[in-house]
């Protein structure tokens, strides 16, 4: 059975970082894709960044360019993304994601963790 399990999450003040980190167990990790998503209130569900098997490529979502930062570590079968210079557009709750395949631009994930809640104050 896959599991995605999320952790770090929280409250921070505009302009602080917080890094979320995704463990995975149940699947060959090092053969997916990993995704980050997010979901602000009485939005939808939205991509945040991908990363390639081997962490060589990445993806971005024009409104984190920069800020934010994907990575993953294949012998702890976790990935990570550190956020930093947040803003309060930035609450949402975070999910993680894991995709079967090669394509980092592909927005189709087959499995997903429970969603951690990040909180922006201004």
């Known amino acids: 059975q896959v599991q995605l399990a999320e952790s770090g999450g929280g409250l921070v003040q505009a302009g602080g970082s917080l890094r979320l980190s995704c463990a995975a167990s149940?699947?060959?990790?090092?053969?997916?894709?990993m995704g980050w998503f997010r979901q602000a209130p009485g939005k939808e569900r939205e991509f945040v960044a991908s990363?390639?098997?081997?962490?060589?490529?990445?993806f971005y979502a024009d409104s984190v360019k920069g800020r934010f930062t994907i990575s993953r570590n294949n012998l702890k079968n976790t990935v990570y993304l550190q956020m930093n210079s947040l803003k309060p557009e930035d609450t949402a709750v975070y999910y993680c994601?894991?995709?079967?395949?090669?394509?980092?631009?592909?927005?189709?994930?087959?499995?997903w963790g429970q969603g951690i809640q990040v909180i922006v104050s201004s």
């Open positions: 994601a894991a995709r079967d395949g090669r394509d980092i631009y592909d927005p189709n994930y087959n499995y």
């Open positions: 149940g699947l060959t990790f090092s053969n997916y894709v």
């Open positions: 990363i390639s098997w081997g962490g060589s490529n990445s």
